[in-house]
């Protein structure tokens, strides 16, 4: 083989090397510390194809995202960030619940975790099978019987729900007030669930669409406690009330 031939493989190779990085490199780029910021703004500038679970990195700052966008009409993607989270907040984001409906293993890791998911399809799918290949966890829908508690009217027809003239679902924040347009009290279910960590069911009856206010009259990174939790529901018209339910739950189970 000629001088000329050798340097042409040479540079057939080096050019393959190339787009393979680089084919790499965009198909799995490299996750940084920086990129588990809770930063809302930042988590929806991160890079695409970014799909990580593992024990956590850090000892403070936990927190979660999870966003839908619309990139284009009719096709929306989800992206996914938890940061120093519990096992239950990973599992719930995979299967698609609240932390409050998963059931952990026998024996609870130690740790926390750290879970990134910015790929453009089968979010949580792929997300799942990250989970049982890195952490050796894996998860099944079933029905067991579970304190709750119940969202009922303290009166029939509470006031603080008028009868919606709009045809679009929305919730507009304001200061110290959230209101809610053409939405049904079932609304309310995922932000109490997620405060009382505790599984939720919608008891009140109330199914047509209506336009109502949340008075938010409280302060602090914590959110809202018990009692004042109540006072918001009592000037809905509503209240919580314990019970006993069999209702679909995830139980986690170690694989490996």
Known sequence: ???YKIWAVCLAILTLVVVAILVKKSLYPTVRESDFQLNYQHFQNLQKNLLV???THFTDGGGSFITSTQPKPGQYVMRMMGRNVSLENVMAAAYGCYPSR???PAIKP???FDYLVTVPSRQQERLQAAVKNKLGYAAHWEDRDTDVLLLETTTPNPPAFKLSTATIGNVMPGRRKYQFTHMRPAALLGFLESN???PLLDRTGLTNFY???VEADWSGSNGPDRQQLDAVLGNLG???EPGTESIPMLVVEKVY
């Open 1 to 3: 083989m000629n001088q």
């Open 53 to 55: 679970v593992r024990p």
């Open 102 to 104: 998963v059931v952990p």
């Open 110 to 112: 130690k740790t926390n």
């Open 196 to 198: 009382f960590h505790q």
């Open 211 to 213: 336009d109502f206010s």
């Open 238 to 240: 509503l209240k919580l």
